[in-house]
């Protein structure tokens, strides 16, 4: 079982940036792959980032790719979401998710979720 917290949201203005993190309880962390979604209000949750259990390797939705970066610190247990030029499409709910069956893209691939983080980007 692993308890998902995020936090570091808010209200930026376009251009801005943000770094949202999620702490993770439990001493399983370093096994589990982590995503990032988001959800506008209306709109199907949607991936944003995911990175691998050990931290090598990381992907991102097109959508975000060269302006967000995931990173995660095991002995920290928490994963981070860099954001830089937002835009005001980026507002939504970020959720961060924990796999155990190695991410991905798909929200059925992750078995743990958070609660969430409201990110609003002004124009």
């Known amino acids: 079982q692993v308890q998902l917290v995020e936090s570091g949201g808010g209200l930026v203005q376009t251009g801005g940036s943000l770094r949202l993190s999620c702490a993770a309880s439990?001493?399983?962390?370093?096994?589990?792959?982590m995503g990032w979604f988001r959800q506008a209000p209306g709109k199907a949750r949607e991936f944003v980032a995911w990175?691998?259990?050990?931290?090598?390797?990381?992907y991102y939705a097109d959508s975000v790719k060269g302006r967000f970066t995931i990173s995660r610190d095991n002995a920290k247990n928490t994963v981070y979401l860099q954001m830089n030029s937002l835009k005001p499409e980026d507002t939504a709910v970020y959720y961060c998710?924990?796999?155990?069956?190695?991410?991905?893209?798909?929200?059925?691939?992750?078995?743990?979720w958070g609660q969430g983080t409201q990110v609003t980007v002004s124009s």
């Open positions: 439990g001493r399983t962390f370093s096994t589990y792959a």
């Open positions: 998710a924990a796999s155990h069956t190695g991410g991905g893209w798909g929200v059925p691939n992750y078995d743990f």
């Open positions: 990175i691998t259990w050990s931290g090598d390797s990381t």
